[in-house]
């Protein structure tokens, strides 16, 4: 709910809405500025939303901000509102406290960039390793776990040696074998502990706790100074003038984005919130960056081919199996959802996809065997079949 | 968003927006590609009918296949070039001298009866090119077994047999097969074999012209991940194991009789062979005991097509022997 009304001047990191569910967090004001609308906006993924519009002040200061009233750590994490940076946007405070009868024994900080096209993460590891470990010393403390790994893909070793040099030995940093979605949390954890995390269960079922580096870095900001999660490092890339990484001020708008990057390069034909395997394609750019936003990759008609129906033949090669990180059989799934017979995917375990998108990426056919899990995940849920 | 920037027309669709390189297309001439120097060299070897035979199969496939389409009024698939591989395999397991028309009639039965009855690519149960070739050795086994065995260009050759040379035209393996079913044997060396199995063997179908080139191409295959090794390794090695179980020379039995062709070629199309890692495996295996089960103790010793029909039917069931675990799937009775 927004806590601030219209014409109201507000200052760097104040409060501009906040809610009581114990599943969410703050949103604080990344300028000064003067509030301008408080009603509702777009999202990336298309959701009608709350939303609070500050117009900026002439002069701008990024060097300060109103600290969050620091508490003890997970206080101190949900007043910074802070969330998952790597996509999925979780509250940190709510995976800072896991549930009391499972013993976390290790904190797992995922440097393994999301997706291909992205790498914020990668940066962030170049650029600031203290801040990373930092955070991650502050979660094993709070959790209790004994062990710290960092995981990052062999195809970083500029950053896995970037990490090593700031670590003091007690931080493990382990090179991962680079494939997607490496960075997935049961996948990652999976490659780190050899520990499948149980159907159903959360990480911690496995004694582990997974977060981003970016988010580690953001909770050691607001442990040590009370700043609160106002911007984040976004890869713009594709079809754009000067591709890169960029630190943005959370709510800045994709179009604003474009537009200080120098504009899209030759046909755009797709913009997309987050990376090509599983971020939404944007209908109109005039939406926020969000704390969960890890990049805006512009691509053209060539690297994006139109989405197929479905009617196209599967060859039975056997690829999207290989590939599906949940060992799940896609192309068997998607035939029988093609077909929309329900109750014979539903043994298949659609509810297990993690929508990686590695089936639909790799079918030779172009079958859209992700949509198609996703209708036949949709028919489970509808029957009340929980995930 | 200010207004000198244009605005792009955007696409909305759901993830993922990126696809691999790889096509079906790609993966078929892939396939083309490493059966090509067998099937040149055969053609080098055997001559005009060897080319006649390579024509009539593959354009009674590729036409048999448009024709189809055009009159269910399905889009045209020929683009996918599968129909290609098709009439190429099955040239590949026809001997050179087979008369044209019944080369034209097994590709049409490859692929109308064996591939576009089922719904097309992807839905046939059995390998369309050897249910073109079974249809042909059924429906012709007489005039097959009394063709001259030769290309034109052909010489009598029959390294190694004693009192034998009056079986002109005889393939390796159905002299061998009578060497063991005669009383003592003739004497039928089969390590004197090995050289013109490899390099140039003119007795058998096109595809037996030199196992050197077709174990290539496998290779090929394997390193490019379009075919699964475990499939021809299950395939030859319980073909080897058994021949020599059974007594005889397993390099031999592995090299004659189109085995090679149908472990590297046959046995891994997709659409009629199993998924799983493990089923694929014990696929391979299946169609090397059959066939060296058929060799020794069945009515005749060319059963390749045949063993690899009947796994083709067993596929289904097993991927339904081998569905994979899962993850996270993990010892639920336990939990």
């Keep these: ?387 | 968003m200010s207004e000198d920037i244009e605005k792009p027309r955007l696409i909305v669709a759901s993830s993922p927006h990126i696809v691999a390189p790889t096509t079906c297309r790609e993966i078929m001439l892939w396939v083309v590609g490493a059966l090509a120097p067998a099937a040149i060299w055969s053609m080098v070897a055997m001559g005009v009918p060897a080319i006649v035979t390579y024509a009539a199969c593959i354009g009674s496939a590729v036409i048999t296949e448009a024709a189809w389409n055009a009159i269910a009024k399905k889009p045209q698939s020929l683009s996918d070039c599968s129909a290609v591989v098709t009439g190429l395999l099955l040239a590949m397991c026809m001997p050179p001298m087979t008369p044209w028309w019944m080369s034209a009639i097994a590709g049409f039965i490859a692929i109308a009866l064996g591939k576009m009855i089922f719904g097309g690519l992807g839905w046939n149960l059995f390998n369309p090119a050897l249910v073109g070739r079974a249809f042909v050795v059924m429906s012709w086994a007489g005039v097959l077994s009394k063709l001259p065995n030769k290309g034109w260009f052909a010489t009598l050759d029959v390294a190694g047999t004693k009192g034998l040379d009056a079986i002109s035209g005889a393939t390796r393996l159905a002299i061998a097969s009578a060497d063991r079913a005669a009383a003592g044997g003739y004497g039928y060396d089969l390590v004197a074999q090995y050289r013109p199995l490899l390099f140039k063997n003119l007795e058998g179908s096109l595809g037996e012209v030199s196992a050197a080139l077709v174990i290539l191409g496998g290779i090929v295959l394997i390193v490019k991940g379009i075919i699964d090794w475990r499939i021809p390794a299950g395939y030859i090695g319980a073909m080897g194991l058994l021949s020599w179980a059974f007594g005889s020379d397993p390099v031999f039995h592995v090299l004659a009789g189109g085995v090679l062709l149908g472990a590297f070629f046959m046995a891994t199309d997709y659409v009629s062979s199993p998924m799983t890692k493990n089923g694929r495996l014990v696929y391979g295996i299946g169609c090397g005991v059959f066939n060296a089960v058929g060799r020794f103790f069945g009515p005749m010793p060319e059963t390749t097509t045949f063993a690899i029909l009947f796994m083709n039917g067993l596929a289904p069931l097993i991927d339904k022997a081998f569905v994979p675990r899962t993850f996270g799937w993990v010892k639920r009775d336990e939990e």
């Design chain 1, 1 to 387: 709910m927004p806590v601030v009304t219209v014409g109201e001047k507000v200052k760097r990191g104040q409060l501009l809405g906040s809610v009581d569910a114990p599943v969410s967090a703050p949103v604080h004001s990344p300028i000064d500025g003067e509030v301008t609308e408080v009603g509702t906006c777009l999202t990336a993924g298309g959701a009608r939303v709350a939303s609070v519009t500050v117009a900026p002040s002439a002069e701008q200061d990024f060097e300060t901000f109103i600290p969050v009233e620091r508490g003890d750590v997970r206080a101190t994490v949900r007043a910074a509102g802070i969330v998952g940076m790597g996509g999925a946007t979780f509250p940190a405070s709510v995976k800072l406290t896991p549930p009391k009868d499972l013993e976390i024994s290790s904190v797992i900080l995922n440097g393994c960039e999301c997706e291909p096209y992205l790498t914020c993460d990668h940066r962030l590891m170049l650029e600031e390793p203290e801040r990373v470990l930092r955070g991650a010393h502050v979660i094993a403390e709070t959790v209790g776990a004994k062990r710290i790994v960092v995981g990052v893909e062999s195809n970083k070793p500029d950053a896995i040696e970037s990490l090593r040099a700031v670590s003091s030995g007690d931080v493990e940093v382990m090179s991962l074998v680079t494939r997607y979605p490496q960075g997935a949390e049961k996948q990652l954890i999976w490659a780190v502990l050899g520990k499948e995390v149980p159907h159903g269960k959360l990480p911690a079922a496995a004694g582990a706790l997974v977060h981003n580096v970016a988010t580690a870095a953001a909770i050691a900001d607001a442990v040590d100074a009370g700043k609160p999660l106002m911007e984040r490092v976004v890869t713009v890339t594709g079809r754009v003038a000067r591709p890169g990484n960029y630190r943005v001020l959370v709510g800045t708008l994709v179009s604003d984005l474009i537009e200080f990057v120098g504009g899209f390069v030759g046909e755009v034909s797709r913009v997309i919130a987050g990376g090509p395997m599983t971020g939404p394609a944007l209908a109109n750019l005039d939406v926020p960056i969000t704390k969960g936003t890890s990049g805006i990759v512009a691509l053209g008609p060539e690297e994006c081919p139109p989405v197929m129906k479905g009617d196209q033949p599967c060859m039975r090669c056997g690829r999207c199996t290989e590939v599906c990180p949940m060992f799940l059989q896609p192309f068997q799934i998607g035939t029988l959802a093609n077909q929309r017979l329900w109750d014979r995917a539903a043994p298949l375990h659609p509810l297990d996809c993690i929508e990686c998108g590695a089936c639909a990426y790799i079918c030779p056919t172009r079958r859209p065997l992700l949509q198609l899990i996703r209708l036949a995940k949709a028919a489970e849920m509808a029957k009340g079949v929980k995930p």
